[in-house]
């Protein structure tokens, strides 16, 4: 790993407003958003039910009276029923993939392109980037927001774009080697699997000369951040965005990788419980739930991402004053309340890899026998934990058993099962039966 | 001086020791001699086999995961005390045994036979020579059988 910075730059001084001055700035930037917010048929609908005035909006303090919206209120309304600004004003569109049919529109003003420009640019420099690199963006180029947001940031920033786009490896691998970019700009799965092909190549990945990557676009790992560091000889940073608010940029690591620093200048960040949509302490998983702040063309209020993560606000060594998002750790759609307890499945992959270094299959089975929850996990035995010696098998058992404890919070029974017995889906596999329900679809 | 040994995975509920046993039948595989360790809820199946790749093979087929380990086969007296003798030996050397189970031999021989698995194998061996305890080459031991 690379030494610190000791400076840790900052891209935009925002970053370390002082949280007082930040929550002040929320408050009058949020009483605009939604009087800007009033202007779409929905919100005004919306709005006027729960009786509230756009113009005589109370701020942070009524941010509860404001209705929550969905992926599924952005879909009943396309393509562009969102639209806050006329079509004239419209400087882009981007759309999220949908994976059934039609995608998610999001539009840009010109000014929403250069605020999100900047958000990238805070991200980018927060990860080390610097005027004088070059940078391989291999995100697609297109509706996808990855792609183009990450491109201008780097403009932005004032350093030099490689726009490589998605595909074709073997070439990828070939401009890095000639072109030796500073940087990688890529989903981290994409990233392993330069790798990989580096090497079919004969080429050692880690002597490519990259010193940095920006991965992003879809959860992952610590142990995959480790693989990353250790085959390409970087330090991997991850950052988070969703195009519904914005896309990339929304909020991303510092060197001190405590966490995402969140733009709470731009966004007003809520941690809820999907099943209570109550506020949860910090330090807890909850679904993540933003107020664009800034954007003019498509502002959202309240709106649910679906993605579980937990949040942290105390203060970071780089001086940066925005909360730090942990690790997307979920869907809210996956969650189950065991006892009580929210509990993600993830939360017990994360368990498992904890103890076997990489994930088995596995299997969470939740009853109710009389009145109380019982949770099983059935785990797969791997080939190479397989032992002939009983001490071995029982002690991975209770190691299982004890960091599911302690990453879950509560007591679920690990029973280990023979290698290839839990059922396989060609697709996604199925992670839970919840007998208090009958068989989950899918 | 290692035989090599055959493990298994089993769950704990009806059928699960028979799937192998019949597999190996089915290959026309005689399993030698075997041990069964077991908690309430899984087991371990340990097997002895003539060709142990052929016999992994086989299960592998039947869709098991076979762990392959080696046992050290050691030839003792056929006689009261000596193996408790053996396991003085080991005490003494401090040396720790993981568990072990017997091979049948011809009685004729005047011999019985062990396999050990030890904590620290190699030094098993080295302490077993220095006290004249016979270890078996895997021929050796097969021979003894029939």
Redesign the interface.
């Known amino acids: 790993m690379a030494s610190r910075d000791p400076e840790e730059r900052c891209h935009d001084p925002a970053e370390r407003l002082e949280r007082g001055a930040l929550r002040r700035l929320q408050d009058q930037r949020l009483r605009q958003a939604v009087a800007r917010a009033a202007a779409v048929p929905f919100y005004a609908a919306a709005l006027a039910r729960r009786g509230v005035d756009p113009a005589g909006f109370g701020g942070l303090d009524e941010l509860d009276r404001l209705p929550l919206t969905t992926k599924q209120d952005l879909r009943d309304h396309y393509p562009l029923g969102f639209l806050a600004v006329p079509r004239s004003a419209l400087a882009r569109i981007h759309g999220s993939s949908g994976t059934t049919g039609r995608p998610t529109f999001v539009a840009y003003t010109a000014r929403d392109l250069d605020t999100w420009a900047g958000l990238v640019a805070r991200v980018l420099v927060a990860g080390g980037l610097r005027p004088e690199h070059l940078v391989h963006v291999a995100f697609g180029y297109g509706l996808f927001t990855g792609g183009f947001g990450l491109h201008q940031g780097i403009e932005r920033v004032g350093a030099a774009v490689i726009p490589a786009a998605g595909g074709n490896t073997p070439r990828q691998v070939m401009l890095l080697e000639d072109l030796r970019p500073e940087a990688l700009v890529c989903t981290p799965s994409y990233a392993l699997h330069v790798a990989e092909v580096a090497r079919g190549l004969g080429k050692d990945p880690a002597g490519l000369g990259l010193r940095f990557g920006h991965f992003g676009g879809e959860p992952w790992t610590e142990e995959m951040r480790g693989e990353l560091e250790r085959q390409l000889g970087i330090e991997a940073f991850n950052n988070y965005g969703l195009s519904e608010v914005i896309g990339p940029g929304v909020a991303g690591e510092c060197r001190a990788r405590g966490g995402m620093h969140v733009a709470e200048d731009h966004f007003l960040l809520e941690v809820l419980d999907p099943a209570t949509l109550r506020p949860v302490p910090d330090g807890r998983p909850g679904e993540l739930v933003f107020t664009t702040l800034t954007r003019e063309a498509m502002p959202v209020l309240r709106y649910r991402t679906r993605d579980i993560a937990a949040v942290e606000r105390g203060p970071c060594p780089c001086g940066r004053t925005g909360a730090r998002l942990g690790r997307i750790v979920g869907r809210s759609d996956d969650m189950l309340v065991i006892r009580g307890v929210n509990v993600y499945p993830s939360q017990v992959e994360e368990a498992l890899l904890r103890v076997e270094g990489t994930a088995p299959h596995y299997l969470i089975e939740v009853a109710r026998p009389g009145t109380m929850d019982e949770a099983v996990v059935k785990v797969e035995?791997r080939?190479e934990n397989?032992?002939?010696?009983?001490?071995r098998?029982?002690s991975l058992r209770d190691r299982i058993d004890h960091e599911i404890q302690a990453v879950t919070g509560i007591r679920m029974a690990v029973?280990?099962?023979?290698?290839?017995?839990l059922e396989r889906s060609p697709g996604k596999a199925r992670r839970v039966l919840d007998h208090r329900r009958g068989p989950a679809p899918g | 001086m290692m035989l090599r040994q055959l493990s298994l995975f089993l769950e704990n509920r009806p059928g699960q020791l028979r799937a192998p046993c019949r597999a190996l039948a089915d290959a026309g595989i005689d399993i030698l001699t075997l041990s069964l360790a077991d908690t309430a809820q899984f087991g371990i199946l340990r097997l002895i086999v003539r060709d142990w790749e052929r016999a992994r093979a086989v299960l592998q087929q039947a869709g098991m995961v076979v762990n392959v380990t080696e046992v050290v086969p050691v030839a003792i007296a056929d006689r009261a005390g000596a193996l408790a003798e053996l396991l003085g030996h080991l005490e003494e050397a401090g040396l720790g045994v993981e568990y072990m189970y017997a091979f049948p031999v011809r009685s004729a021989a005047g011999q019985a036979a062990l396999l050990f698995r030890f904590e620290r194998p190699e030094e098993a061996l080295q302490v077993l020579r220095l006290r004249g305890v016979q270890v078996l080459e895997p021929e050796g031991l097969l021979a003894l059988r029939a």
């Open positions: 035995i080939a397989l032992s002939d010696e009983m001490r098998m029982v029973e280990l099962v023979a290698p290839g017995t």
